[in-house]
């Protein structure tokens, strides 16, 4: 009784095992035949055998595929087995495609290479796309999502469905449903299924789902149109018009972005201006190479960062701002003191007498140096930007110096206000003659005014050090536009200052992209001509010396 129990046992063991074993050995007999399948037969069975390989979401498919794309995968002369060959010296490694089993060595003529074409390796990119969508490694299935949106296979579609379903990173997922939409509008045969692919791709207003949405549309030679679903054309119709009116209103932000940024630029660049040429009445043409100079010494201070506390970089700007502000004031007092001063009341004089310092300190860069622009980098915390729909970008290094602008320009109206020379400067200027008997030291009022200008424009230079070239004649591309900012907005007055530069900012960037930067320019300057002729003292006239004389 005993041995038939026994025998009973041993014989559902036996039972179970083979009930256990049989379906793995038939899923690796079938996943063998899918992997021969790879090997015969025209470039269009070899596509869809990689197709249905990847269709399997089995791990083991990636080394096969990667093989049969880097030419490694061979079929042998001797038995037909399907194996993966490394070379190792004057021989060829061997391992089972299946398995990654090594199996021995052999030359080149033992083997038979598979051959692809183009649409072969499109195929086994989308392949290899979609069986990393399982990835554990983030990275790895978003560049998966990627490759499978621009593979467009419809076999791809289930492994999709169960990466969406699994996905935790909300972006991943994004890019993800956005694949599958763009695969099923371009694959699917259900109407239904297609308007709704259109309804999601257009939730992505970006120019490669454009071009997706925008071949829905796409003409015949004789005027009918490639796509014969008149509801899934009515929906592309509408998600385009959609889609370009979502792009319409960020490029309008990304316009504004720039013109704000133009505009910050200008303001440092004309906000010493308006205190040398609307406070002082200088005609400074030199004033350019103040910025040129802070530009210089931001260089200067970063290679000295680098030499010496290379760890610190990112620290660099921090001490190039006052180092370019004392290096600028310094050059700007010695002009005032050695020159400016005796051409006070004759503004032609200043402008030529300005217009040769700046030749021979433009000469005076170029000798140490050299003609050509030097490489200034961006902190860390200045590079990158912020992404927005429709690739606009809010670069980092821009929005610092939309701040940067603005702190100077309030730092300069609290010295102006509520300091001893910022009084004694309003008293110079308003009260022209009346401040020398009132004990004020009226030459180096001036002095440390026009200093001030010019250590203000070589803090400029730093900012622009960070968005333009650094070169001798950087000065001069803002130099015109800069008396354009104090003259619109008002000789001497900073609000006015501040008003004008944006301004001017904004339009010229909202022009540009119908006139063309040089027509644009062109169109601000007649404009700020005619404005003149109305409003010959700007925006926010102020009475001063300037005004007086």
């Keep these: 009784m005993t041995g038939i129990k026994g025998s009973f046992v041993a014989l559902i063991l036996a039972v179970s095992a083979i009930w256990l074993i049989a379906p793995s050995q038939a899923q690796a007999q079938d996943f063998d035949a899918q992997v021969r399948a790879l090997t015969t037969g025209g470039y269009s069975a070899k596509a869809r055998a990689v197709t249905a390989l990847a269709a399997t979401a089995d791990p083991r498919a990636i080394p096969v595929l990667e093989a049969l794309l880097e030419k490694k995968l061979y079929t042998r002369n001797s038995d037909g087995a399907v194996v993966i060959a490394e070379e190792k010296g004057s021989v060829l490694l061997l391992r089972r495609a299946v398995d990654l089993t090594e199996i021995g060595e052999a030359s080149t003529s033992d083997l038979k290479s598979v051959r692809v074409n183009n649409r072969m390796r499109r195929a086994i990119r989308g392949a290899l796309g979609a069986l990393t969508l399982l990835s554990t490694d983030p990275a790895k299935r978003r560049s998966a999502a990627e490759a499978v949106f621009k593979a467009k296979d419809a076999a791809m579609v289930p492994i999709l469905d169960r990466a969406i379903a699994r996905e935790t990173d909300a972006k991943i997922k994004t890019i993800m449903q956005k694949a599958l939409a763009s695969t099923q509008l371009t694959t699917s045969k259900d109407t239904e299924v297609r308007v709704a692919a259109v309804a999601k791709l257009a939730e992505f207003v970006e120019q490669d789902v454009q071009s997706v949405i925008g071949s829905i549309l796409v003409k015949n030679g004789d005027g009918s149109f490639v796509e014969t679903d008149v509801k899934v054309r009515a929906a592309a119709s509408v998600a385009l018009e959609r889609m370009e009116s979502t792009l319409a209103s960020y490029r309008m932000i990304g316009d504004l972005f720039r013109g704000i940024s133009l505009g910050s630029v200008l303001l440092l660049a004309a906000v010493g201006l308006a205190i040398t040429f609307g406070v002082m009445g200088v005609i400074n043409m030199a004033h350019g190479e103040m910025l040129m100079l802070g530009a210089y010494t931001t260089f200067v201070i970063q290679n000295l960062f680098k030499s010496y506390m290379p760890s610190a970089f990112d620290y660099s700007l921090t001490v190039a701002v006052p180092m370019a502000f004392l290096v600028a004031g310094a050059v700007g007092v010695a002009m005032e003191r050695g020159i400016i001063r005796h051409l006070y009341g004759r503004p032609l004089e200043t402008l030529l007498a300005t217009w040769g310092i700046s030749l021979i300190l433009r000469q005076f860069v170029r000798s140490i140096f050299g003609p050509t622009n030097r490489e200034v980098g961006n902190p860390e915390w200045m590079s990158g930007g912020i992404e927005l729909v429709g690739g606009v970008v809010l670069t980092y290094n821009r929005i610092w110096i939309i701040v940067f602008s603005l702190l100077v320009l309030g730092a300069l109206v609290l010295v102006l206000r509520y300091t001893a020379f910022g009084l004694q400067m309003r008293a110079r200027l308003l009260f022209c003659r009346m401040a020398s008997t009132m004990g004020i030291r009226t030459n180096w009022v001036d002095a440390l005014t026009f200093g001030l200008g010019s250590g203000i424009a070589g803090m400029a230079g730093v900012a622009l050090s960070q968005v333009d070239n650094v070169g001798p004649n950087l000065g001069q591309a803002y130099i015109v536009d800069s008396f354009m ?60 010396r300037a005004v007086e004389n």
Excluded at 520 to 535: S, Y
């Design 485 to 544: 900012v104090v003259v619109f907005g008002g000789v001497g007055n900073l609000w006015g200052t501040l008003v004008g530069a944006f301004s001017l900012g904004i339009i010229n960037k909202f022009l540009e992209p119908f006139a063309g930067a040089v027509l644009g320019k062109i169109l601000v300057l007649i404009v700020i001509i005619l404005f003149i002729q109305k409003r010959p003292r700007g925006l926010f006239a102020l009475k001063g």
